[in-house]
């Protein structure tokens, strides 16, 4: 499994997985699937002006048949580019395949970075008509096609987002008290991060990312905790404690 490390929002470093050919692959056919569906349907309407043509027995001039077909060769030719600078890395079938275009850094691309990939897909899709992309993400290092690795780009997986109120909590007993009533100031998406990052640390053993959302946590909130705690027990503490205050205090993650 190849990672890569992407910036939060919260600017915590999280190691996401690249993503496969096989997720590029499901990605690239749902966008064909739209390209086919607006090229039947650009055939549809050039038909129905054929027909209303003939039937009028009138002739509606070649730039009526045109306006389709220049619109079909717009959407193939800036679909990608247009997609990934307004859907945030993503195009309609990354999106599906939960994908999307990082920078190498793990911030999101520039414009310019888009704009590379999008020239250098003469080369990948073009001129090689695909094989060029598929050779180099299965042989690269990070998975990436000559675009990526021009721009600087990589492709990752997205995990599935997660929603506080589907975070798995276990009942604590009623003389729980809170440790640190700071912990009000947080908000859901905060203890999500927190969720992710205890869960990371769980399975990857990563204490770096562990320790600078603590640091940046007792920043934030102007927590002094004695050394008998660790980062990791604060990361959980401040979990007990925001669903103690917000709820009326029953929970503990798990």
Not at 141 to 150: A, H, I, L
Not at 219 to 231: F, Q
């Amino acid at each position: 499994m190849k990672m890569i490390k992407i910036k939060t929002a919260q600017n915590i470093d999280v190691d996401y997985e690249l993503a496969g050919l096989g997720d590029r692959t499901l990605a690239r056919a749902v966008d064909y699937a739209i390209f086919l569906i607006a090229y039947i349907g650009c055939a549809m309407v050039i038909a129905m002006l054929s027909f209303q043509a003939i039937e009028s027995k009138t002739y509606a001039g070649s730039n009526t048949y045109l306006i389709p077909i220049i619109v079909w060769l717009a959407l193939c030719v800036l679909y990608d580019l247009v997609c990934e600078v307004f859907l945030n890395g993503q195009s309609i079938g990354k999106r599906s395949a939960k994908i999307r275009v990082v920078s190498m850094n793990g911030a999101r691309p520039t414009i310019g970075q888009y704009l590379l990939r999008w020239i250098f897909r003469i080369i990948d899709f073009g001129i090689t008509f695909g094989s060029c992309a598929i050779v180099s993400v299965a042989v690269s290092k990070n998975r990436q096609r000559v675009g990526d690795m021009v721009a600087g780009t990589a492709v990752v997986k997205l995990p599935t987002e997660l929603k506080f109120n589907n975070l798995v909590f276990a009942p604590i007993t009623e003389e729980y008290e809170t440790q640190y009533p700071a912990a009000s100031q947080l908000t859901d998406d905060d203890v999500v991060l927190i969720y992710d990052v205890i869960k990371n640390f769980n399975r990857t053993r990563n204490s770096e990312l562990v320790y600078r959302l603590a640091v940046k946590i007792k920043k934030h909130l102007n927590i002094i905790t004695p050394d008998t705690i660790n980062e990791y027990q604060f990361l959980e503490i401040m979990v007990q404690d925001y669903k103690h205050l917000t709820s009326g205090g029953q929970s503990i993650l798990v």
